[in-house]
């Protein structure tokens, strides 16, 4: 404080960044809360169609033609494990993130909600999680209809039930990550 009694000239600008910064940072670790948040969920429905398939199950459809092999379930396995990986992935690149920012803020004992991070890694970060978990949301989709073609029929025998839940999961899933990739790319560039 000058003797005057007032602040120095720059007190009210270093002020309103270091508002500005610590808002940025909570944004930041609130965002990679969600990712992680939400790969767990999608983690737990990893291991639940797993546990839905077992070796030489009838479908619900009554012709045995119908059954699905156990290329299906091979593929479906397959699956699981890349969709699991990835959400692995995402995950711990977003814990990462969070434990630098909060490391960085508990350094700084002033200031302890504001942290000096390099803000491309911060982004090429966040960038590698959200792709990690739109990629383990495609193999989860693909493990899904596996699981519906295990249960409700082989698509390929036209089975109208397989065919409407995968309809529905296609077209709901592709939009959600479309919203998902597109809010991620303005947010990436902006």
Request: net charge neutral; hydrophobic share 50%.
């Amino acid at each position: 404080m000058a003797e005057s009694g007032e602040y120095p000239k720059d007190y009210y600008t270093r002020r309103s960044s270091s508002s500005s910064s610590s808002s940025t940072t909570s944004i930041h670790v609130t965002a990679l809360d969600g990712i992680v948040n939400v790969n767990s969920l999608f983690t737990i429905a990893v291991f639940v169609g797993l546990s839905l398939t077992t070796p030489g199950q009838h479908s619900l459809e009554n012709p045995n033609a119908c059954d699905a092999g156990t290329d299906v379930a091979k593929k479906l396995l397959v699956f699981e494990v890349v969709s699991f990986s990835f959400f692995l992935f995402s995950s711990l690149v977003a814990q990462g993130l969070k434990l630098a920012i909060n490391l960085l803020n508990s350094k700084d004992v002033d200031e302890a909600f504001r942290a000096h991070i390099n803000l491309k890694v911060l982004r090429w970060g966040m960038m590698g999680s959200a792709v990690g978990s739109v990629m383990g949301c495609l193999f989860l989709m693909l493990s899904i209809i596996d699981v519906i073609q295990i249960r409700l029929g082989m698509l390929s025998c036209g089975s109208k039930s397989a065919v409407h839940a995968v309809t529905a999961l296609v077209v709901l899933v592709s939009s959600a990550l479309l919203v998902y990739i597109s809010t991620a790319i303005y947010a990436f560039w902006r």
